[in-house]
């Protein structure tokens, strides 16, 4: 019988790990929290795989577990799983939520799961997210300034608009004790990790002006921001992003320095 048991547990350790975009969930403040983890069909634990953390956008809020993975990066994936060899963490905010206090305590948490979850280069970790999921990445970056290799973030400025959805309204109250004022950003941000930045030319929801402004606050401090504008995009510039091929290459390349 010990013998049939080790048989069958040597073959249980040897299958393959599950591949794709996999349910998960995780228990935080007595709520429970449903995400995706996108791993690719090759996965191995035979190497470390490079690990994205991605923030979705207002229009992606829920509690399903798997609006989130309806655009941005997880569609370019499904487009092009060849271009992004990674583990992916998807975490999503509830309607009426923002990417801030629990939600960000959440997407940090699932990340820190996957990493010990899986084979995972812990010097490889990147941080991306677009509109109010770029928002909680400068709000991650702030508080997180040596975690990551790299960050990107898509049409987002470091401010909460004054023209938010009406289930939004309660955080114009309490935005000053989520996001500093621009004036302070040189002094506060202290990341010197490699920030691209990108706007869309016609976006008239978070117009390039008005990212270019948080730019310069963040450039003041002493960091490495590329800034890009794409003449022809609109708010949703992350689609031509993420599904341009120089987009994962420059990604991957970027490695946390040594301390």
Not at 152 to 180: F, G, N, Q, T, W
Not at 219 to 248: C, I, K, T
């Amino acid at each position: 019988l010990l013998r049939f048991l080790f048989t069958f547990l040597l073959a249980l350790a040897s299958l393959p790990a599950a591949t794709g975009f996999l349910d998960a969930e995780l228990t935080l403040g007595g709520k429970v929290w449903s995400y995706q983890v996108y791993v690719p069909r090759d996965y191995t634990p035979s190497r470390p795989w490079p690990v994205i953390l991605y923030l979705h956008g207002i229009g992606q809020r829920g509690a399903d577990g798997l609006t989130q993975t309806t655009n941005g990066l997880p569609d370019a994936i499904r487009q092009y799983p060849s271009r992004y060899p990674a583990i992916v963490v998807i975490p999503q905010v509830p309607i009426g939520s923002a990417w801030a206090g629990e939600s960000l305590a959440v997407a940090l948490a699932a990340l820190d799961r996957a990493t010990a979850q899986y084979r995972t280069d812990r010097d490889r970790v990147y941080l991306t997210g677009l509109s109010m999921g770029g928002l909680g990445s400068y709000l991650i970056a702030l508080r997180e300034p040596a975690r990551f290799a790299a960050i990107v973030i898509l049409c987002a400025a470091l401010e909460i608009p004054a023209s938010v959805p009406p289930d939004l309204m309660p955080l114009l109250a309490i935005k000053d004790s989520l996001i500093p004022p621009l004036e302070k950003v040189p002094e506060l941000w202290k990341s010197r990790t490699p920030l691209r930045i990108y706007a869309g030319g016609r976006d008239t929801l978070v117009p390039p002006a008005k990212v270019l402004i948080t730019v310069e606050a963040i450039r003041q401090s002493g960091a490495n921001v590329d800034f890009r504008e794409l003449p022809s995009a609109n708010h949703n510039v992350w689609d031509p992003v993420y599904r341009d091929p120089e987009f994962p290459t420059w990604l991957f390349a970027q490695q946390r320095p040594a301390p």
